[in-house]
Nanobody, 116 residues
Framework: QVQLVESGGGLVQAGGSLSLSCAASTTIFSISTWGWYRQAPGKERELVAQIFRNGTTNYADSVKDRFTISRDNAKNTVTLQMNSLRPEDTAVYHC??????????WGQGTQVTVSS
């Protein structure tokens, strides 16, 4: 039911920056909690950043002070600004809301590769 389209990934050198964008087609976007997740080869998917409907944010310790999540309710988009990237940030990044994760509804994702 919910279409998720992630974009903005690419190949960058360590210390560089990328901005990821998520476009979501849902009528309840503005009242949903949204998050960015990542999954590296051979590892389990992890939540890296989360933004609640009131704008409050939550970050994994590994990305805190480097990544910033934001949302635009008028455009149904969620962004992830990633600065000071490290090789260990290399992963496929997905956006999703709580219901999407619960029912395993995921988009294509966008690849982020950070070279050392």
């Amino acid at each position: 039911q919910v279409q998720l389209v992630e974009s903005g990934g690419g190949l960058v050198q360590a210390g560089g920056s990328l901005s990821l964008s998520c476009a979501a087609s849902t009528t309840i976007f503005s009242i949903s909690t949204w998050g960015w997740y990542r999954q590296a080869p051979g590892k389990e998917r992890e939540l890296v950043a989360q933004i609640f409907r009131n704008g409050t944010t939550n970050y994994a310790d590994s990305v805190k002070d480097r990544f910033t999540i934001s949302r635009d309710n008028a455009k149904n988009t969620v962004t992830l600004q990633m600065n000071s990237l490290r090789p260990e940030d290399t992963a496929v990044y997905h956006c999703n809301n709580l219901w999407g994760t619960k029912y395993n509804n995921w988009g294509q994702g966008t690849q982020v590769t950070v070279s050392s």
